[in-house]
């Protein structure tokens, strides 16, 4: 089983950056398939971006270029780069992790979670 632990959620003027990250207590965090999800009050949740083990990228067409999603395997931990905030970015902020993938997008199965992090964003 992999722990992840989320962090950098906070407040923000709309226009405004956050930097969430995302620590995985796992002995091999290479191989993963990475991603986060957000899920707003009476929303389902979302899929935002994933990375996989070579460093390709996949982002919802909402967050395009406004968010990036990044790694760093030497610290076993994922980043969420989020520029030009808008309030609709607004909602708990999830890191997920799947070992058993063939294709790593946000619309992928992953079994392990973190707790989650909350942005607010005010416009």
């Known amino acids: 089983e992999v722990q992840l632990v989320e962090s950098g959620g906070g407040s923000a003027q709309a226009g405004g950056s956050l930097r969430l990250s995302c620590v995985a207590a796992?002995?091999?965090?290479?191989?993963?398939?990475m991603a986060w999800f957000r899920q707003a009050p009476g929303k389902d949740r979302e899929g935002v971006a994933a990375i996989d083990s070579d460093g390709s990228t996949t982002y919802a067409d909402s967050v395009k270029g406004r968010f990036t999603i990044s790694k760093d395997n030497a610290k076993n931990t994922l980043y969420l780069q989020m520029n030009s905030l808008k309030a609709e970015d607004t909602a708990m902020y999830y890191c997920?992790?799947?070992?058993?993938?063939?294709?790593?997008?946000?619309?992928?199965?992953?079994?392990?979670w973190g707790q989650g992090t909350q942005v607010t964003v005010s416009s």
């Open positions: 997920a992790a799947e070992s058993d993938w063939r294709y790593c997008s946000p619309a992928s199965s992953f079994r392990y």
């Open positions: 796992a002995s091999t965090f290479g191989p993963y398939c």
